[in-house]
């Protein structure tokens, strides 16, 4: 028999080996099959341990015994209750002690329960406890209950960086304040409030005045020197008349010409004010 011919038929063999050790293999390590499980490798118990339901307490383990078999809260069968309690206490003491202390108070509570209500009562102690031995167990479930729902209620209500975020917008000021442009209906509305004030305490009183527009000017000039801002309507005397309010007015009108003076406006229908034109702003 030649060399390939034997190559040729060791081929067959070594692929239905490698087929029979994958049947037996427990698992495959790097590529090479597991044959059996190797002496050093340790598994907790607990390390596939799967809690189901997750309970905050007692009570919360209780309603939840209660609310799924259907039961009657204010006629609780404690007999059934307290074994299907009791049941979970011992899972939970396998695993932790700690906390299976705080449901093995509420186990000693139960099992009170149903002792007194498993035994018999004397007439004179009947008429002593009247009271239904699970009353105090009752309110305390029915008030964790109405607690708990109001808990989903509030955790219901959207919550910022929760259900939704705040957006931010950030806007440049200036610190210069702008002022807007006076236009001359504004002025014009302004004089005629203060013809028709003067026009109400006019005086039939006929006499000769020179009035001068430069005096009205230094008058105005002086006013504004004391103050910042100084309202249109406080630079005018409606007790001097018509004519005086005319010259005043046009000592205005001169001032604002030479740039001496600056009248604003905050906004459209706001009081207009007069102040220096080379006063801090």
Same mark, same amino acid.
């Given at each position: ?5 034997g190559v040729a ?12 050790a994958?049947?037996a293999? &427990?698992?495959?390590?790097?590529g090479?099959?597991?044959? *059996?499980m $190797? ?6 118990p607990?390390?596939?341990?799967i809690?189901?339901e997750a309970?905050?307490? $007692?009570?919360?383990? &209780?309603l939840?015994?209660?609310? *799924?078999?259907n ?6 069968p404690m ?6 309690y009791? *049941?979970?206490v ?6 932790? &002690?700690?906390?299976? +202390?705080?449901?093995l108070l509420?186990?000693a509570?139960?099992?009170?329960? /149903?002792s ?15 009271g239904?031995?699970r009353a105090?167990?009752?309110?305390r ?5 109405q607690i *708990?729902?109001a808990?989903y209620?509030?955790?219901a209500v ?6 939704? !975020?705040r957006t =931010?917008?950030f806007?440049?000021?200036?610190l210069?304040p702008?002022w807007?442009d006076v %236009?001359v ?8 409030g203060?013809m /028709?004030r003067?026009?109400?305490v =006019?005086?039939? /009183?006929?006499s000769?005045?020179e009035?001068?527009v430069?005096?009205h000017?230094?008058s105005?000039?002086r006013?504004? =020197?004391?103050q910042?801002?100084v ?5 005018f005397d ?7 309010? !005319?010259? %005043?007015? !046009? ?9 001496l003076?600056e009248i604003?406006q905050a906004?459209p229908f706001?009081p207009?004010?007069?102040r220096?034109?080379?006063s801090? +702003?």
């Amino acid at each position: 028999m030649s060399p390939t011919d034997g190559v040729a038929s060791a081929a067959p063999a070594d692929s239905s080996a490698e087929a029979v050790a994958d049947g037996a293999a &427990l698992a495959r390590l790097y590529g090479e099959p597991m044959l *059996k499980m $190797p002496n050093d490798l340790y598994i907790p118990p607990d390390a596939l341990e799967i809690f189901l339901e997750a309970f905050e307490g $007692p009570l919360d383990l &209780l309603l939840y015994l209660i609310r *799924k078999q259907n039961f009657n809260i204010l006629d609780i069968p404690m007999a059934q209750l307290t074994l299907q309690y009791l *049941k979970y206490v011992d899972q939970i003491r396998l695993s932790n &002690l700690e906390l299976a +202390a705080e449901y093995l108070l509420m186990a000693a509570m139960l099992i009170e329960i /149903k002792s007194r209500m498993l035994l018999p009562q004397r007439q004179s102690e009947i008429e002593i406890e009247a009271g239904d031995p699970r009353a105090e167990l009752v309110r305390r479930l029915l008030e964790y209950e109405q607690i *708990k729902l109001a808990a989903y209620d509030l955790n219901a209500v959207p919550q910022v960086d929760r259900d939704f !975020v705040r957006t =931010q917008i950030f806007i440049e000021q200036s610190l210069v304040p702008v002022w807007p442009d006076v %236009n001359v209906s504004d002025l014009q509305e302004a004089w005629l409030g203060l013809m /028709k004030r003067a026009r109400l305490v =006019q005086h039939h /009183k006929i006499s000769r005045e020179e009035l001068s527009v430069r005096e009205h000017m230094t008058s105005i000039l002086r006013r504004l =020197q004391s103050q910042r801002f100084v309202e249109f309507a406080d630079l005018f005397d409606v007790a001097g008349g018509p004519p005086v309010l !005319v010259v %005043n007015f !046009v000592a205005l009108l001169e001032l604002a010409k030479e740039t001496l003076i600056e009248i604003t406006q905050a906004e459209p229908f706001a009081p207009i004010y007069v102040r220096l034109a080379y006063s801090p +702003a």
